[in-house]
């Protein structure tokens, strides 16, 4: 089970939007793992409904929330909105650090899908919702994550933050992919998390979704509905955006792809 000590676990999942999230956090309800009393799918919140910046936490406050959980049972935590200091997480043997890769472009794909479907943006093609001021649409959104350096206004990357997110990478307990060609993720998961009974939970899919459907008719977005039944992809030219997020695609390839030696070799 990795580092996390045998009488408490805490999860820690680094959620990247759009890549099985809400799947993994469902399932880790549905395997009886205990959330934060308040909570946005798995991201703490506090009484007053706030998500807790836990990405400004220093490292006193940091262990401090750690110790909240692990006095309150909590054995599962998310953060979405921001990246928390990977390094005071991973030096804590409660903590077992997770997170889950998506190809970088099904995942604009389907963060553009998901957001004109469910009303959040009126961009009808890729590039427009690429061109707006969203963090989940950043160029190489999986750098920004692990060098954190993704809050607005956002910062120019360069190759330092580049090996600092494959550094911070390394400090995690599992890291899950939902390319086949990586892993077998169901098994992936029951043998790093012990989780099983993914086949049985909400996967949070675009499509399919009810609420969509009467949200957009009470709207009288029908032209928007009636492509939402025909199960339009509005993100059908996100081919285009690939050079965006080079970086990420050389990250999930020195993770996942690359031997283990020559990722060594580029950190040192």
Same mark, same amino acid.
């Given at each position: 089970?990795?580092?996390?000590?045998?009488?408490?676990?805490?999860?820690?999942?680094?959620?990247?939007?759009?890549?099985?999230? =809400?799947?993994?956090?469902?399932?880790?309800?549905? &395997?009886?793992?205990?959330?934060?009393?308040?909570?946005? &799918?798995?991201?703490?919140?506090?009484?007053?409904?706030?998500?807790?910046?836990?990405?400004?936490?220093?490292?006193?406050?940091?262990?401090?929330?750690?110790?909240?959980?692990?006095?309150?049972? %909590? =054995?599962?935590?998310?953060?979405?909105?921001?990246?928390?200091?990977?390094?005071?997480?991973?030096?804590?043997?409660?903590?077992?650090?997770? =997170?889950? /890769?998506?190809?970088?472009?099904?995942?604009?794909?389907?963060?553009? &899908?998901?957001?004109?479907?469910?009303?959040?943006?009126?961009?009808? =093609?890729?590039?427009?919702?690429?061109?707006?001021? &969203?963090?989940?649409?950043?160029?190489?959104?999986? %750098?920004?994550?692990?060098?954190?350096?993704?809050?607005?206004?956002?910062?120019?990357?360069?190759?330092?933050?580049?090996?600092?997110? /494959?550094?911070?990478?390394?400090?995690?307990?599992?890291?899950?992919?939902?390319?086949?060609?990586?892993?077998?993720?169901?098994?992936?998961?029951?043998?790093?998390?012990?989780?099983?009974?993914?086949?049985?939970?909400?996967?949070?899919?675009?499509?399919?979704?009810?609420?969509?459907?009467?949200?957009?008719?009470?709207?009288?977005?029908?032209?928007?509905?009636?492509?939402? /039944?025909?199960?339009?992809? %509005?993100?059908?030219?996100?081919?285009?955006?690939?050079?965006?997020?080079?970086?990420?695609?050389?990250?999930?390839?020195?993770?996942?792809?690359?031997?283990?030696?020559?990722?060594?070799?580029?950190?040192?």
């Amino acid at each position: 089970m990795g580092r996390g000590s045998e009488e408490y676990r805490l999860v820690w999942f680094q959620h990247l939007h759009k890549s099985a999230g =809400t799947l993994l956090v469902n399932l880790a309800l549905s &395997n009886g793992e205990v959330l934060y009393r308040n909570h946005a &799918n798995g991201n703490p919140k506090d009484e007053g409904g706030n998500i807790l910046p836990l990405w400004e936490y220093d490292s006193e406050k940091l262990v401090s929330f750690i110790d909240k959980c692990h006095a309150d049972g %909590v =054995t599962f935590v998310a953060t979405e909105h921001g990246s928390p200091d990977f390094s005071i997480l991973a030096d804590d043997p409660r903590v077992f650090l997770i =997170t889950c /890769l998506r190809d970088p472009l099904k995942r604009c794909a389907s963060n553009h &899908n998901y957001a004109y479907y469910s009303g959040y943006s009126d961009a009808s =093609t890729i590039r427009e919702f690429a061109a707006e001021p &969203n963090v989940h649409m950043s160029d190489d959104y999986y %750098v920004r994550i692990f060098s954190r350096k993704e809050q607005l206004p956002l910062a120019e990357l360069d190759e330092e933050d580049y090996t600092i997110a /494959l550094d911070n990478l390394s400090k995690f307990d599992l890291i899950l992919s939902t390319n086949s060609e990586h892993m077998d993720l169901p098994n992936s998961i029951e043998m790093g998390l012990g989780w099983t009974g993914i086949e049985k939970v909400d996967r949070h899919s675009t499509f399919g979704d009810g609420w969509r459907v009467l949200n957009m008719f009470r709207r009288l977005q029908f032209g928007r509905l009636f492509s939402y /039944l025909c199960r339009k992809d %509005v993100a059908s030219g996100v081919a285009s955006l690939e050079a965006k997020y080079e970086r990420d695609y050389w990250l999930m390839s020195d993770i996942f792809d690359r031997p283990q030696e020559a990722t060594k070799e580029k950190l040192v």
